[in-house]
């Protein structure tokens, strides 16, 4: 059974600080790889898909990566500013197609 | 990308009344859409797969007489929390994607469920 670890469970920084999310999985056989972006309350925003014949996927200050070998996967936040305070969800599709997602990481940055 | 509807976006009902959620793709078909539940502070959790024409597909623990699922069409499934309670007060968010397993799932922005 595929299961997806985010590490850490939450995370303070500074404004301007450059931070790393990790997200792990169990089964290698993944079909791809999405960060999303989920405010209190809110819905979930889509940040990067990674299809798994991929490494990396970037989007402005956005850098994911996938190591699908190993498991891994890696959310680089650049510059990182106040409006980044979010929970930040990993999530897996597989055969069967429906995501699988971590527990995600609460980020909040300070100004 | 693609747009995904959901409504209500936020309904309270009275304990043992039935609730009915929809979920649509606006700009594309889908013969799958997924519906999760997320509980305060945790993550998503698969609920059911809804197959356009066919029964829905239940996880296990989900009771399918109280989470009446009903794809009815390419572009509509909905969501009917039969007798509600308290503990069925949650975030229900359903999604959508395309015919093949790699294609990115597009997310409703979700209906926040107050069962009183």
């Known amino acids: 059974k595929q299961e997806v670890t985010q590490i850490p469970a939450a995370l303070s920084v500074p404004e301007g600080e450059n931070l790393v999310l990790n997200c792990s999985f169990t089964?290698?056989?993944?079909?791809?790889l999405q960060w999303f972006r989920q405010d209190p309350g809110k819905g979930l925003t889509s940040l990067l898909l990674?299809?798994?014949?991929?490494r990396e996927q970037t989007s402005g200050r956005l850098n994911a990566s996938l190591d699908k070998s190993s498991g891994r996967s890696t959310l680089y936040i650049a510059a990182s500013q106040p409006g980044d305070s979010a929970t930040y969800l990993c999530?897996?599709?597989?055969?069967?197609?429906?995501?699988?997602f971590g527990k995600g990481t609460t980020l909040s940055v300070s100004s | 990308g693609a747009v995904v509807s959901q409504h209500p976006s936020w309904v309270i009902c009275k304990s043992g009344t039935s609730v009915k959620i929809e979920c649509r793709s606006l700009?594309?078909?889908?013969?799958?859409m997924f519906w999760y539940r997320q509980f305060p502070k945790q993550s998503l959790m698969l609920m059911a797969t809804?197959?356009?024409?066919?029964?829905?597909?239940?996880e296990q623990g989900v009771e399918k007489d109280k989470f009446l699922i009903n794809h009815a069409s390419l572009t509509l499934s909905t969501l009917t929390v039969t007798s509600a309670h308290p503990e069925d007060s949650s975030f229900y968010i359903c999604?959508?994607?395309?015919?093949?397993?790699?294609?990115?799932?597009?997310f409703g922005p979700g209906t926040r469920l107050t069962v009183l």
């Open positions: 999604s959508a994607g395309g015919e093949r397993s790699f294609d990115e799932q597009f």
């Open positions: 089964d290698s056989a993944i079909y791809n």
């Open positions: 990674i299809q798994s014949s991929q």
């Open positions: 999530a897996v599709s597989q055969a069967g197609t429906a995501l699988i």
């Open positions: 700009d594309f078909q889908a013969t799958t």
């Open positions: 809804s197959n356009e024409g066919s029964k829905a597909t239940y």
